[in-house]
């Protein structure tokens, strides 16, 4: 196990695992955390995973690790790395299996008081239009060729049939799609499990929240967002279903198989990898394109349910029911980018796994009215706990290849969170805080408890003091819906 002692503090949040520590290390790994941070990721070996990502062919700069990094599949959660288009590798398990794997925030022109004598109203029927739990079906029925053009096409598709307002696919990161998607590439195993999916929840950590914000830390980049103090938004976790999970499993078997060929050493089976322009590498980056496209479309077919749960419920009591669309991102993609590395602009491929693009002001790939201040990067915390809303800045951009981090990141496994917690009373401390919890499942909701998680709030401090996110606003839960 590697402990303090081993790494360099490059900085009040920055530690670094020097290269030179494991002679199959290609570049540093860094990690961004405060102390208290360190010594929760110092617990599990997702620091070892994070030097093993430091080991791939092509990989360039640094492996990096934002502070709710936790152990996962080959590759940490919270990891971000990038390697070379030219000669570099692509790694499923560096992507995660929940492919695009992502929150949205949808945003009110109510104030708490006005919502409040709704609420427990409002979260019985955001339950009953919005299915969650593991292996539930939808509502919308897909033919096979509806399901290849959401695959290829993603929120395009869910703006043709009435699922989206034209507004949210520019607050949409790539605009709701993927270019390079290609559905052929997905399975027919893939596709079945996905068929019957589009406009669900799931189970996990995923989640519907109703919240009010709490504060705001930067006022002007609140206006742009259109965000204040004590206004209802709603923040939808979740991401490509049973879909991208097979996805995953399809290319992890397909890349064992073919790893020999390429005479790519792994220190960890799980972290397998192709090279990236090989053509089992560009197959998986098209499967993986087309199943990020079903996640956004899953989120853009939830946000029509919650909308439409919105004016059943409020229609005819409040003044407004209506909801914009904050903004959209993705935490579990490999993306090509283009980086300063070495004072040169450079092609490469970021491995984002539980971590959130967050490119800085002036970004080309935003919308015009989002480039003055940075994209929007939506941080949610563990259940019944605050949230946040940042944006990118021009830190990310130098330092972390426009990254952030995607949450509060774990410190129990489930296993032990349903060991130590009873969903049942978890429940009821929360009824008793004020926040309504519609959940299929106690286990479930005990595995979220907020022990098992780290504290959002010293993770998000960590990504603004280090100047890799701006805070903008704090969300506090009023209504939780899960699986």
Known sequence: MITKHDLERISEFVWQVPRELRADMRVPARMYA???LLDDALQDKSVEQLMNTATLPGIVKYAIAMPDIHLGYGAPVGGVFATATSDGVISPGAVGYDIN?????LASQLNAEEIRPHLRDLATELYSNCPSGVGVSGTVNLR???LDDILNRGSDWTLERGYALADDLPRTEEYGRIPYADAAQVSHKAKERGRDQLGTLGAGNHFIEVDRITRIYDDAAARVLNLFENQIVVQIHCGSRGLGHQVCQDYVDRFQRVVKEYNIVLPDR???????????GQEYAAAMGAAANFAFA?????AFHIRRSFANVLKGHVRDFALHQVYDIAHNMAKVEDHIIGGEITRVLVHRKGATRAFGPDSPVLPDDLKPIGQPVLIPGSMGTMSFILVGTAGSMAQTFGSSCHGAGRVWSRRRAKKEIRGDKLRAEMEDRGIAVRAGSLSGLA???????????RVVQVVDAAGIGKRVARLEPLAVIKG
């Open 447 to 457: 595995e979220e408890a907020p022990q098992a998680y780290k504290d959002v709030s």
């Open 270 to 280: 799980e972290l397998v990898a192709a090279p990236y322009k090989s053509p089992e």
């Open 144 to 146: 096979a060729e509806d």
């Open 298 to 302: 899953n989120r853009q077919v939830l």
């Open 34 to 36: 405060d102390e208290e």
């Open 101 to 105: 794997c992502g929150v949205r925030v």
